[in-house]
């Protein structure tokens, strides 16, 4: 087997054997536990994506390995409603060609027929770009909580990998950026301060729950401005982060963004491939750098 083909192989075998050891993959893959930790060092830092949320989060140690965020490769296959009309014109057009084919044409009508039933399915994907909004009543909602101390639920749609997850949160602030408002929360769901795009936000709710967080902890997050630059070929490197103000010659951006840690645009310089390269402050610069050499000391291990 290849490399590429073990690849592609190997999150699904992890994800059905969960906290398989490092000999074990070796030797169900037939290669060395060297060969294994390269290929999971491989996948963490490239994914199927060089972007936030195309990087599968796999991790690593005496107990087992164990797939964290495996980018939905598990999830049944989903259509949009705009895939199912291209899947069945297709079909229509090679049933119509006169091409003899090797399945059966009752099959294939068999099939058609099917998929046709379950464009009206909750199975479909509406686009939920689509459906997202950025109102009064969501900012209102979400500023009541705060007055009130209280959760929200919320359907967050992740541009990137255009899915959708469900949250439950406490809503610490708003602010606004030029281009879009954020609400910053801690997030229960996942255990962890976030910041969220109010437009990205869909069939939010107030929760008669009380947030139980501790503001001092959020208040202790500091905001820092940091000038970066990138090869116009990586904009999407930028998508994941709160962009204050860019500028665009000839085949460079060069941008003002706003962080809480260097951990964040650590990551976004690894999602880069080493593309996004911070100007100021230098103690940022620093900071990352140190992150990443320690990420990477991590994967050598």
């Known amino acids: 087997m290849k490399r590429f083909e073990r690849l592609l192989a190997l999150v699904p075998w992890l994800k059905a054997h969960p906290f398989a050891t490092v000999d074990e993959v070796a030797i169900a893959f037939g290669i060395s536990s060297k060969e294994v ?3 999971i060092a491989q996948l963490t830092l490239t994914g199927y994506g060089q972007s936030h949320g195309e990087l599968f989060d796999i991790h690593y140690d005496k107990s087992g390995i164990s797939v964290i965020d495996s980018l939905g490769i598990d999830r049944p296959i989903q259509f949009d409603t705009a895939e199912i009309g291209c899947l069945l014109v297709g079909i229509e057009t090679l049933l119509s060609s006169g091409v003899a084919l090797d399945v059966p044409i009752e099959a294939i009508r068999s099939a058609q027929e099917k998929i046709s039933k379950i464009i009206d399915s909750p199975g479909v994907i509406r686009y939920l770009s689509g459906a997202i909004v950025d109102n009064e009543d969501t900012v209102t909602l979400i500023q009541d909580a705060i007055s009130t101390k209280k959760r929200l639920s919320l359907t967050y749609w992740n541009h990137v990998r255009d899915d959708a997850s469900q949250r439950e949160i406490s809503p610490l602030r708003i ?3 030029d281009a879009y408002t954020i609400v910053d929360s801690y ?3 996942t255990g962890g301060w976030r910041s969220f795009r109010v437009d990205h936000i ?3 709710k107030s929760l008669d729950v009380n947030s139980e967080v501790n503001e001092e902890d959020f ?3 500091q905001y820092v401005i940091v000038e970066v630059e990138l090869p116009i070929s990586r904009a999407e490197v930028l998508e994941e982060l709160v962009v204050l103000k860019r500028d665009t010659k000839e085949n460079t951006i060069r ?3 706003q962080i809480v840690t260097p951990a964040t645009l650590a990551r ?3 999602a880069s491939g080493g593309k996004l390269r911070i100007i100021e402050p230098a103690e940022i610069a620093q900071a990352v750098t140190a992150l990443n050499h320690e990420a ?3 994967y050598s291990e």
């Open 268 to 270: 976004s310089v690894r």
């Open 37 to 39: 930790e390269e290929d």
């Open 219 to 221: 208040v202790d997050m």
């Open 296 to 298: 990477l000391a991590a």
């Open 187 to 189: 997030c229960h769901t």
């Open 175 to 177: 602010r606004g950026t």
């Open 255 to 257: 941008a003002f963004i």
């Open 202 to 204: 869909v069939d939010l």
